[in-house]
């Protein structure tokens, strides 16, 4: 089923009256598909005609589902061998977002997924991180290993000089107290770069 199909659909339950079929195509011209439709801001879509209240609500319950979904598939679960599941979850969460955003995957001796928590949201090309901040987390949860994951609204997935510098200091503060950083992520629009296979970690 092509996007503005689907698009249709879920405009339905938003306006079960009208003909969504004008209203989908100019999302979709809006924003380029329908993952970036879910992921707009409610002001942007407000900004396109037709769009109201009901339909930002429901695109927002719509993007919802999809990151519980996603989601789904690797919590409880041992990560490392997971990893297809993760980076699908990653890229659903996290592609499609303006801004750049810091999570943190805290994970048990297992390498189970415990807790997966944003450590700062930023402007389309900057987050903070505070790596006392992110290995006091982990000494909260128990934690015995971490992945690091942050988008680039940009696209592009290459790490800045930055992100490998606050990568090294929360991998060295973790050192110090048994925490091993298994890898930091960088979610593009269309691929992810890991520090470890590009031997960065």
């Given at each position: 089923m092509p996007d503005y199909e689907l698009l249709e659909l879920i405009l339905f339950r938003a306006l079960p009256r009208g003909d969504t079929k004008p209203?989908?195509?100019?999302?979709?011209?809006?924003?380029?598909?329908?993952?970036?439709?879910?992921?707009?801001s409610p002001a942007r879509i407000k900004d396109v005609?037709?769009?109201?209240?009901?339909?930002?609500?429901?695109?927002?319950?719509?993007?919802?589902?999809?990151h519980r979904m996603a989601r789904a598939q690797v919590i409880q679960k041992p990560?490392?061998?997971?990893?297809?599941?993760?980076?699908?979850?990653?890229?659903?969460?996290?592609?499609?977002?303006?801004?750049?955003?810091?999570?943190?995957?805290?994970?048990?001796?297992?390498?189970v997924l415990i807790a997966d928590e944003e450590q700062g949201k930023g402007t389309v090309d900057h987050v903070p991180v505070y790596p006392r901040e992110v290995?006091?987390?982990?000494?909260?949860?128990?934690?015995s290993a971490l992945i690091l994951v942050h988008n680039h609204p940009s696209g592009d997935p290459s790490p800045s000089e930055a992100d490998i510098d606050m990568t090294y200091a929360i991998r060295d503060a973790a050192q110090v107290l048994g925490i091993v950083l298994h890898d930091h992520l960088i979610?593009?629009?269309?691929?992810?770069?890991?520090?470890?296979?590009?031997?960065l970690l």
């Open positions: 209203l989908a195509k100019r999302l979709l011209k809006t924003f380029g598909d329908l993952n970036r439709v879910m992921a707009a005609n037709g769009a109201g209240q009901a339909v930002v609500e429901q695109l927002k319950i719509m993007e919802a589902v999809a990560i490392l061998s997971s990893w297809d599941s993760l980076l699908g979850y990653l890229q659903t969460a996290m592609a499609h977002q303006q801004i750049e955003q810091f999570r943190v995957l805290y994970l048990d001796r297992k390498n290995v006091k987390r982990a000494l909260e949860l128990n934690a979610i593009g629009k269309a691929t992810e770069l890991s520090f470890r296979s590009q031997g």
